[in-house]
C-alpha cells in the first residue's frame, strides 16, 4: 500500500462556502498553486487508488478518527486508511507527511 498526497486545480470561491470546497490549499511553487490537497493510498498489485479523503481545515481534520489519541494527522490518515488491512500483513510506504 502505497500513502501520497495529490492535488486537483480549484476553479472555485478561495474558501470554503456551502455548495464548494471544504479546504483550498495555496501552495506558490505548484504548477497549480489554488487547489484540493486529497491524501490517498494506492494497492500496488492492482495499481489503484483505494482510499481517498479531501483535506479539509485543521480544526475539522482534527475532529477525525484517530487525532484525538495524541497521533500527527498524517499518522492518523494512515490508520484511518488502512484499517482494513490491518491483519493481512500489508505493508504500507510513505513519505515523512505520514510519520
Not at 27 to 47: D, H, L, M
Request: charged share 20%; with cysteine.
Amino acid at each position: 500500500l502505497v500513502a501520497d498526497e495529490s492535488t486537483t486545480r480549484w476553479y472555485g470561491l478561495e474558501s470554503w462556502h456551502p455548495n464548494g470546497c471544504p479546504h483550498v490549499t495555496k501552495i506558490p511553487r505548484k504548477p497549480e498553486n489554488k487547489s484540493i490537497e486529497i491524501r490517498t493510498v494506492a494497492e500496488g498489485q492492482s495499481e489503484m487508488c483505494i482510499f481517498m479523503e479531501v483535506q479539509r481545515g485543521k480544526a475539522a481534520m482534527a475532529n477525525l478518527e484517530f487525532c484525538q489519541t495524541g497521533r500527527n494527522a498524517g499518522t492518523a490518515f494512515i490508520l484511518r486508511a488502512t484499517q482494513r488491512f490491518r491483519s493481512t500483513g500489508a505493508v504500507v510506504l510513505g513519505d515523512g507527511a505520514f510519520s
